[in-house]
């Protein structure tokens, strides 16, 4: 009896464990990310850290834009003061007895309020116009994170599909050399094979296993990679759907009329520091002009011998307008003037030759396009012929007309010409993504 309890109890331990093995199993499978490219694409720009950080610059900005047109609104101040006249102030007359007299109160309460208002400022508005500029640059510095961000997610995207395919590739080869070690083996166990054919296959069987033991590190380096873009948990299940079955069209029906780079980004940005350097001038041309503002004071004034409030105050009000004029400023406006001339002609001079740049970087992209498409054919036939090969060695092999070497040598072979395959659709990839990126093209699609 005692028996059939422990019995029980084990065999509900094990139903326990089992269940909630089971729970967690399917608890780890909803948690993976199962994400297509336009999935990767969308929470990238919802989730990645670099485009938080450009929102909150945009805010930032736009709340400086607010700072100077407020500049334009009167100012109002309020201030008190009391002063406790330990040794009074005096006048000095001769129709004084002793040539002297004291004036006001032992204690003294003055109110104060003051209000200005800017009426022609040449400087504010300069102002204004800047902090207009500085939005405009904030918008295309967050353009800029965007494209860049979207280049790198597509290019880590395919990476992760082309170290797949590089694996699948692997343990096909692995697999066929295991397959090719065995028969030679049954084939040296009866005689038909020789001791060295036997050794050299099963040493490049293993030498397979190195190269996809890397290959699987590699791919889980590139969905890490993948992961901090994303902004996702390291430690989150990611699996990737995608392949690159549907480039082959593309790379065959690319085409380029003329380059045109106006939208680049960093061309965009440097315009627009050409416009900042260009109102930063007007703005240091302004500081000749006169500024002209409106003020109006309000006082209230009382004083007392003893510490109390029970006296009149004494009201006074004016308004009135004040006039600055520069006369002499020691030189330093217009040579801050020749600092900007210089500095607005060495960046035109850098536009020139960023614009120069990118072109050639825009033509070195749709080269390696054009190289990738011609390859392609190639690696295509190649691995055609890889397989022919690789089967005529092993029925050679097989008929005692062909040695281990030579299927060694097509099995090898045939593993080059996919994994060649494979880097060349991901170096189309790669260049489109750059070409993309060098045009300005936010492009979301695959």
Excluded: C
Aim: no cysteine.
């Amino acid at each position: 009896m005692k028996v059939l309890t422990k019995l029980n109890a084990v065999l509900i331990a094990a139903a326990l464990m089992f269940l909630s093995a089971g729970q967690l199993s399917a608890q780890n499978g909803a948690d993976t990310l199962r994400l297509t490219i336009e999935n990767a694409l969308e929470i990238a720009m919802s989730d990645n850290l670099n485009i938080k950080i450009a929102d909150a610059e945009l805010e930032r900005v736009d709340y400086l834009k607010q700072e100077n047109w407020y500049a334009l609104l009167p100012s109002l101040n309020a201030s008190g003061q009391y002063s406790n006249n330990i040794m009074k102030p005096v006048f000095f007359s001769d129709f004084f007895p002793g040539g002297k007299m004291e004036v006001g109160s032992t204690h003294s309460y003055t109110l104060t309020g003051a209000m200005q208002v800017p009426i022609f400022s040449m400087a504010l508005y300069k102002n204004i116009q800047l902090s207009e500029l500085e939005l405009k640059a904030a918008l295309e510095s967050a353009r800029t994170t965007k494209l860049d961000l979207i280049q790198q997610v597509k290019n880590s995207f395919y990476g992760v599909v082309m170290m797949k395919e590089s694996i699948r590739v692997l343990e096909e080869s692995y697999k066929n050399a295991m397959e090719s070690a065995g028969n030679i083996r049954k084939m040296y166990e009866q005689g038909m094979a020789s001791e060295y054919d036997k050794i050299r296959s099963e040493v490049a069987a293993r030498n397979i296993s190195p190269s996809l033991t890397q290959a699987k590190n590699g791919l889980e380096l590139a969905k890490m990679q993948l992961k901090v873009l994303l902004s996702v948990s390291i430690s989150r299940p990611l699996e990737v759907v995608g392949d690159f079955e549907s480039f082959r069209d593309k790379m065959n029906s690319f085409a380029v009329q003329q380059i045109d780079i106006d939208q680049n980004s960093t061309l965009k940005t440097m315009d627009i520091q050409l416009e900042r350097l260009n109102k930063s001038y007007e703005l240091i041309h302004s500081q000749r002009l006169p500024v002209v503002a409106g003020f109006a004071n309000y006082q209230m004034q009382m004083q007392n011998e003893k510490f109390t409030f029970d006296k009149p105050w004494a009201n006074s009000f004016a308004v009135g307008l004040s006039l600055q004029i520069p006369i002499f400023n020691k030189l330093s406006v217009s040579l801050k003037e020749k600092q900007t001339r210089a500095n607005i002609k060495k960046m035109e001079f850098q536009r020139e030759l960023l614009s120069e740049s990118l072109t050639l970087s825009a033509q070195n992209s749709i080269n390696e396009m054009i190289r990738a498409g011609a390859q392609l054919t190639s690696d295509g036939e190649a691995v055609s012929q890889a397989k022919k090969g690789y089967e005529i060695a092993k029925v050679r092999f097989n008929t005692g007309a062909g040695t281990v070497l030579e299927l060694n040598d097509s099995e090898v072979a045939l593993t080059r010409s996919m994994l060649n395959y494979n880097q060349t659709l991901y170096d189309f990839i790669k260049a489109k993504n750059e070409y993309e990126k060098v045009i300005g093209m936010e492009n979301l699609d695959k």
